[in-house]
């Protein structure tokens, strides 16, 4: 854990996808995704990602869905994680690989050296093994391997990327009944130390070569206070089938497992509040209606890389926006420490911006229901544009590069 940093908070979180037990064949599935009902919602998709409604209570975000996931603890780091991934302490970060990006543009909270901050755990490691911990305290979802299953593990290499083999989709395991997960589970929210203990004595490992890198979001300077900055490591999972879920009765209460289209249509009805981030990056999934096929996106792509993502908050008189990087508007230099920087505020109407603007890369909105995603530049790092909407209906397109207006 980065204790350096005065104005982030370090964390992580997964999107978690589980495949539905009937499902129709791939064609039947694109083709739903042209239609417009609440049932094309449901059935235009095999699978449904996991939201968690945050408490009203909630000083951050409150009553909006979410991701499960949340902050780093120090025993993330622990060293006694080493005797737990005993069988992979030799691999390249655990046998989950190395990025190819390089190290000047990685995202500090990837690219920083965790041993030079007194951690032998690298830090691909530790934020996966954070975010299955939050899974598990949140919803119940133990995302875990027994380790009589360890030699079964699939690991990251070169020949394994360029593979044409299709990765298995992760199940969970039913070794463990509810009522010992139950009595776990309490003892990791009273104590976070408490997962490396569970693991040791369930002979478990956190199945963190299930969780594949997606991206890394800022919370916006001047949005949701001084205290409330995160720096968030995303990653995504893919489930065979939907596991028993619970909340956690205290910061969440109440969870959802819902198709992408499904979540955006209920957003836009104004049923459910997602923020941003949810919202572009549900909008991303809408590519793949099938999960095997996200699945093997996400595998392959997992060691490209990712940009570090901080909004830059423009409010005009008709909207307001946040920028990313690679709009024409996003500042050349960015005081990412969080020391400086904040709202900027501008005279020029959105249709004005609009005309201004040769590239874009933008989420607008006029309130917190009605954002839109406006992006016509290509993603790094071999990841993809949002669809949202009605540009759903163009997923079978997923690999052309067209000017995107999400609406």
């Not at 926006?321 to 505020?345: H, I, M, N, Q, R």
């Amino acid at each position: 854990m980065n204790t350096a940093l005065k104005h982030w908070r370090e964390a992580a979180t997964v999107i978690l996808a589980a495949g539905l037990r009937h499902t129709p064949c791939v064609d039947s599935l694109k083709a739903g995704l042209g239609k417009v009902t609440d049932v094309a919602h449901k059935s235009a998709f095999d699978y449904q990602v996991l939201l968690l409604k945050r408490s009203g209570r909630s000083g951050f975000m409150p009553n909006a869905y979410v991701f499960p996931g949340g902050l780093v603890d120090s025993s993330d780091f622990s060293s006694e994680w080493q005797e737990i991934f005993k069988a992979f302490t030799k691999a390249p970060n655990y046998g989950i690989g190395v990025v190819k990006q390089p190290p000047a543009t990685r995202p500090p909270i990837f690219a920083t050296d965790r041993s030079q901050l007194g951690s032998p755990i690298p830090g691909d490691v530790a934020f996966r093994i954070c975010a299955v911990r939050e899974t598990f305290e949140e919803s119940g979802v133990l995302l875990a391997l027994p380790k009589h299953e360890e030699s079964g593990i699939r690991v990251h290499t070169d020949d394994a990327y360029n593979s044409d083999t299709q990765p298995t989709l992760t199940r969970s395991s039913g070794l463990w009944n509810k009522d010992v997960l139950s009595k776990w589970r309490s003892l990791v929210i009273g104590n976070p130390a408490n997962f490396i203990k569970m693991c040791r004595e369930l002979q478990c490992l956190p199945n963190i070569w299930a969780l594949h890198e997606w991206g890394n979001w800022l919370t916006p300077i001047g949005v949701y206070g001084k205290q409330r900055r995160y720096d968030t490591a995303f990653y995504i999972c893919c489930l065979h089938e939907i596991p028993y879920t619970l909340h956690d009765e205290k910061e969440i209460v109440h969870f959802k497992w819902s198709t992408p289209s499904e979540v955006l249509h209920s957003y836009k009805s104004r049923e459910i509040w997602i923020a941003p981030p949810q919202y572009y990056d549900l909008g991303r999934m809408c590519h793949f209606p099938a999960l095997r096929d996200l699945h093997r996106f996400a595998w392959q792509r997992s060691l490209e890389g990712c940009e570090q993502w901080l909004p830059i908050y423009l409010v005009s008189p008709d909207c307001y926006a946040s920028l990313l990087p690679g709009d024409d508007l996003y500042p050349e230099k960015v005081d990412t420490s969080g020391k400086s920087g904040g709202v900027v505020k501008i005279e020029k109407s959105l249709e004005e911006l609009q005309q201004d603007s040769a590239n874009m890369h933008r989420i607008v909105g006029q309130d917190p229901y009605s954002i839109s995603i406006h992006m016509n530049i290509r993603p790094k790092y071999n990841h993809l544009p949002p669809l949202c909407g009605e540009d759903v209906g163009g997923a079978s397109k997923n690999n052309e590069m067209a000017k995107q207006n999400c609406y």
